[in-house]
């Protein structure tokens, strides 16, 4: 039974396959978390509550501390995740349980805990993914009373890790434009660590994700295959704020809270009305940060990713951004394609351009015509040719915003964010459109649907290219204007489910200004992501090496582009190598590629697409340690179901003189099996070997000098 009620403890124990999480219901009708971690073998084995008291007369109670949700109450020492205003001034909450109820299939729970004197009602809910060993929690808000409760704060769940045990360190993502999902490492000390997005989008500076491991009394962390991580991630594109914190009470305490950023929000909680959070995951694993990754990804390709396309393969695209630019024009989109297609590109996208007086980024978003000067007879000749040469057509769109050089301004500024007696900052020349207004809504899902119902679009590119200034909505009642940051976030969810329902065959990518919406709520909307606008073959490694901590390597899509930042000289095999680590994209001018380049870049698209079902489907190790980009040797590999055959990809930073390339221990085979191998192998290297010598002796990959990749193919016999 996944989820128990254990009346005599009076405790609540969730398990998943090698997990569990249990909380306590006190006496007097709290809920106080008791452990999450390894299960356990009997009931016994778990917690029992600790013994409530407090340090001093300046600290809060045991209970309180360990609160299952900690909402302002009493002597708040702790990250409140929830914080109201009752309409009398009264800011303290006093939530006790009322009741519980099982879902038929005993994976759902939900508690409802209500305000001993208002009529508010918090209904925690939990959900179990067995399979995965993740839970996933999420908080509604009723009001049941006769007046409007201001809510201040909501997070979607806080848990306190085992305490009496150690020390713990953070890994999470951050980064910039262009260097997004670098891995990052810092210890818990007393005080708090706050990751946040509070621009409007999840952003580029930090992903919503975290994980802590404990250390050992050594000061050793966990690694890749070993060592205990709790881990988590939210579901949610807009403002988000996670909040790592360590308090010193009797013991010291830490816990971590995730949800929406309390920054600038507010939410008028009406007589009748609910509020819904975001679901937050989480999951916990005793063998390292690899199977925390994987049981992320197998959540996400199970549960999370949109189910129209979640089993299928992602095709190869091409995309001509990096080739041309906003010149995007009918003869020179045709030639491209010819060679894409020949190439083996399976979907051909037009970027950004193609649309209004769009010739640079100073004007035409939000003019959604297509441009007559680049296109005279429409898309429609375009993507004929594009169809009749076996691809599917893609195109780009930035619904969400508008150059203030548009008709569409033109007709309608205030449908921009704006603050009365305050001039509006442009950023890339544009402004952003408030999709908390209905009005805006409805012309956004217009132009989208015409768009998608008069040509044969089988893809659409959705970018988000600035961050927000001057965040009003004037026209609002003031007591509802800072609820624009959960109503523009809930509104491009819904325009995106409401275009997939009128067009099920459309694919969708999640696109801000490169990696600045990867996130687990883009992707229960959108297919998958593009990963970041640094298309630098070296300089992508550790990025798509962090973005694989959190998320599936299927929904990260990586491309080839003529991008030689580092002066690398790249060879095209590295470049190809280096895309291969998730979605393949080609985005070089192929115009300019020779016909040698474009011949052996098909061979390398044929390579591919045998190797795509392991990489896109299959479970993927890390073989080297998670880095900030500055190792000489990464290598991943990616296994099949069944541990019948794998693919490893092994990159190689520099070579020094005498000093021999490292033995890749491959991960998770069958150590019975006898395995053949092919590919980059250095020549003293058998290739036929078991799984249990390939597990401990390993694999020497050829790796011939400067930025050399690898790509070794192994089957079982
Ligand atoms: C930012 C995206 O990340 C790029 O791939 C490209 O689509 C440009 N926007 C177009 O303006």
Same mark, same amino acid.
């Given at each position: 039974?996944?989820?128990?009620?254990?009346?005599?403890?009076?405790?609540?124990?969730?398990?998943?396959?090698?997990?569990?999480?249990?909380?306590?219901?006190?006496?007097?009708?709290?809920?106080?978390?008791?452990?999450?971690?390894?299960?356990?073998?009997?009931?016994?084995?778990?917690?029992?509550?600790?013994?409530?008291?407090?340090?001093?007369?300046?600290?809060?109670?045991?209970?309180?501390?360990?609160?299952?949700?900690?909402?302002?109450?009493?002597?708040?020492?702790?990250?409140?995740?929830?914080?109201?205003?009752?309409?009398?001034?009264?800011?303290?909450?006093?939530?006790?349980?009322?009741?519980?109820?099982?879902?038929?299939?005993?994976?759902?729970?939900?508690?409802?805990?209500?305000?001993?004197?208002?009529?508010?009602?918090?209904?925690?809910?939990?959900?179990?993914?067995?399979?995965?060993?993740?839970?996933?929690?999420?908080?509604?808000?009723?009001?049941?009373?006769?007046?409007?409760?201001?809510?201040?704060?909501?997070?979607?769940?806080?848990?306190?890790?085992?305490?009496?045990?150690?020390?713990?360190?953070?890994?999470?993502?951050?980064?910039?434009?262009?260097?997004?999902?670098?891995?990052?490492?810092?210890?818990?000390?007393?005080?708090?660590?706050?990751?946040?997005?509070?621009?409007?989008?999840?952003?580029?500076?930090?992903?919503?994700?975290?994980?802590?491991?404990?250390?050992?009394?050594?000061?050793?962390?966990?690694?890749?295959?070993?060592?205990?991580?709790?881990?988590?991630?939210?579901?949610?594109?807009?403002?988000?704020?996670?909040?790592?914190?360590?308090?010193?009470?009797?013991?010291?305490?830490?816990?971590?809270?995730?949800?929406?950023?309390?920054?600038?929000?507010?939410?008028?909680?009406?007589?009748?009305?609910?509020?819904?959070?975001?679901?937050?995951?989480?999951?916990?694993?005793?063998?390292? @940060?690899?199977?925390? $990754?994987?049981?992320?990804? +197998?959540? !996400? *390709?199970?549960?999370? #990713?949109? =189910?129209?396309?979640?089993? %299928?393969?992602?095709?190869?695209?091409?995309?001509?951004?990096?080739?041309?630019?906003?010149?995007?024009?009918?003869?020179?989109?045709?030639?491209?394609?010819?060679?894409?297609?020949?190439?083996?590109?399976?979907?051909?996208?037009?970027?950004?351009?193609?649309?209004?007086?769009?010739?640079?980024?100073?004007?035409?978003?939000?003019?959604?015509?297509?441009?007559?000067?680049?296109?005279?007879?429409?898309?429609?000749?375009?993507?004929?040719?594009?169809?009749?040469?076996?691809?599917?057509?893609?195109?780009?769109?930035?619904?969400?915003?508008?150059?203030?050089?548009?008709?569409?301004?033109?007709?309608?500024?205030?449908?921009?964010?704006? @603050?009365?007696?305050? $001039?509006?900052?442009?950023? +890339?020349? !544009? *402004?952003?459109?408030? #999709?908390? =207004?209905?009005?805006?809504? %409805?012309?956004?899902?217009?132009?989208?649907?015409?768009?998608?119902?008069?040509?044969?679009?089988?893809?659409?590119?959705?970018?988000?290219?600035?961050?927000?200034?001057?965040?009003?909505?004037?026209?609002?009642?003031?007591?509802?204007?800072?609820?624009?940051?959960?109503?523009?976030?809930?509104?491009?969810?819904?325009?995106?489910?409401?275009?997939?329902?009128?067009?099920?065959?459309?694919?969708?990518?999640?696109?801000?200004?490169?990696?600045?919406?990867?996130?687990?709520?883009?992707?229960?909307?959108?297919?998958?992501?593009?990963?970041?606008?640094?298309?630098?073959?070296?300089?992508?490694?550790?990025?798509?090496?962090?973005?694989?901590?959190?998320?599936?390597?299927?929904?990260?899509?990586?491309?080839?582009?003529?991008?030689? #930042?580092?002066?690398?000289?790249?060879?095209?095999?590295?470049?190809?190598?280096?895309?291969?680590?998730?979605?393949?994209?080609?985005?070089?001018?192929?115009?300019?590629?020779?016909?040698?380049?474009?011949?052996?870049?098909?061979?390398?698209?044929?390579?591919?697409?045998?190797?795509?079902?392991?990489?896109?489907?299959?479970?993927?190790?890390?073989?080297?340690?998670?880095?900030?980009?500055?190792?000489?040797?990464?290598?991943?590999?990616?296994?099949?179901?069944?541990?019948?055959?794998?693919?490893?990809?092994?990159?190689?930073?520099?070579?020094?003189?005498?000093?021999?390339?490292?033995?890749?221990?491959?991960?998770?085979?069958?150590?019975?099996?006898?395995?053949?191998?092919?590919?980059?192998?250095?020549?003293?290297?058998?290739?036929?070997?078991?799984?249990?010598?390939?597990?401990?002796?390993?694999?020497?990959?050829?790796?011939?000098?400067?930025?050399?990749?690898?790509?070794?193919?192994?089957?079982?016999?």
């Amino acid at each position: 039974m996944p989820i128990q009620f254990l009346e005599k403890g009076q405790s609540f124990l969730l398990t998943t396959r090698n997990t569990a999480y249990a909380f306590h219901l006190t006496p007097d009708a709290r809920l106080v978390h008791t452990y999450y971690g390894a299960k356990l073998k009997f009931l016994e084995d778990y917690p029992l509550l600790p013994e409530n008291r407090s340090l001093a007369s300046f600290n809060a109670e045991t209970f309180d501390m360990l609160a299952e949700f900690p909402a302002t109450s009493r002597v708040m020492e702790t990250e409140s995740a929830l914080q109201v205003r009752f309409s009398d001034g009264t800011r303290d909450l006093r939530l006790v349980y009322d009741s519980h109820t099982l879902s038929e299939n005993e994976d759902e729970l939900n508690i409802l805990l209500r305000d001993e004197h208002y009529g508010l009602g918090v209904n925690l809910r939990y959900r179990l993914y067995p399979d995965c060993d993740i839970l996933t929690r999420q908080v509604t808000l009723t009001n049941s009373g006769a007046e409007a409760i201001t809510v201040e704060k909501i997070m979607s769940g806080s848990f306190p890790l085992p305490y009496e045990r150690g020390e713990f360190r953070l890994t999470h993502l951050a980064g910039t434009w262009a260097t997004e999902t670098q891995v990052q490492r810092t210890t818990v000390t007393p005080g708090q660590k706050v990751l946040e997005g509070r621009l409007n989008y999840t952003g580029h500076a930090h992903n919503p994700f975290f994980a802590l491991d404990l250390l050992s009394q050594e000061g050793y962390g966990a690694t890749e295959s070993s060592g205990e991580v709790w881990f988590g991630a939210l579901q949610w594109s807009g403002n988000w704020k996670t909040v790592v914190e360590q308090a010193h009470t009797p013991f010291r305490v830490t816990r971590v809270s995730a949800g929406i950023n309390d920054y600038d929000f507010s939410w008028q909680l009406e007589p009748g009305g609910t509020f819904e959070t975001p679901w937050l995951t989480l999951g916990y694993s005793r063998e390292g @940060f690899g199977t925390a $990754s994987r049981n992320l990804h +197998r959540y !996400q *390709l199970n549960y999370v #990713l949109p =189910r129209r396309f979640a089993a %299928e393969l992602r095709p190869v695209l091409y995309n001509s951004w990096e080739a041309v630019g906003f010149n995007v024009r009918e003869e020179v989109q045709m030639q491209l394609a010819e060679k894409a297609a020949k190439m083996g590109a399976e979907l051909f996208v037009i970027d950004d351009g193609w649309f209004g007086e769009r010739h640079s980024d100073k004007a035409g978003l939000g003019d959604w015509e297509v441009n007559p000067q680049k296109f005279p007879n429409g898309l429609n000749p375009l993507i004929e040719k594009v169809n009749s040469l076996g691809m599917q057509f893609g195109i780009w769109v930035e619904p969400e915003m508008v150059n203030p050089d548009s008709d569409l301004y033109r007709a309608h500024p205030d449908w921009a964010y704006h @603050f009365p007696n305050r $001039s509006s900052t442009t950023k +890339r020349n !544009q *402004l952003i459109l408030n #999709l908390s =207004r209905q009005d805006v809504q %409805e012309h956004l899902f217009g132009w989208l649907d015409r768009l998608l119902s008069e040509h044969n679009i089988s893809y659409v590119k959705w970018d988000y290219n600035r961050t927000i200034s001057e965040p009003g909505w004037p026209e609002a009642p003031l007591e509802q204007q800072r609820e624009i940051w959960v109503r523009h976030v809930r509104a491009l969810y819904n325009l995106v489910d409401r275009l997939r329902a009128r067009h099920p065959d459309v694919m969708f990518e999640a696109c801000s200004g490169g990696g600045g919406r990867a996130d687990m709520g883009m992707l229960a909307h959108f297919d998958h992501t593009w990963t970041s606008d640094n298309t630098d073959p070296l300089d992508r490694l550790p990025i798509q090496q962090g973005y694989s901590l959190a998320y599936a390597p299927k929904t990260m899509f990586c491309w080839v582009t003529d991008m030689d #930042l580092n002066k690398g000289n790249y060879s095209l095999r590295y470049r190809f190598h280096s895309s291969f680590m998730g979605s393949l994209g080609v985005g070089g001018n192929l115009n300019h590629w020779s016909e040698a380049e474009l011949a052996e870049a098909a061979q390398l698209v044929t390579e591919y697409k045998r190797i795509r079902p392991i990489i896109q489907q299959g479970e993927q190790f890390r073989l080297t340690p998670l880095e900030k980009g500055d190792r000489e040797l990464m290598a991943v590999q990616y296994l099949a179901a069944g541990q019948s055959e794998g693919v490893v990809l092994a990159f190689n930073r520099r070579q020094h003189f005498w000093r021999n390339p490292q033995r890749l221990l491959l991960q998770n085979l069958d150590p019975e099996a006898l395995y053949t191998l092919s590919g980059d192998l250095l020549p003293s290297e058998p290739v036929r070997l078991s799984g249990q010598a390939l597990m401990e002796r390993g694999i020497l990959p050829q790796l011939d000098g400067l930025l050399s990749s690898a790509l070794i193919y192994f089957k079982k016999e």
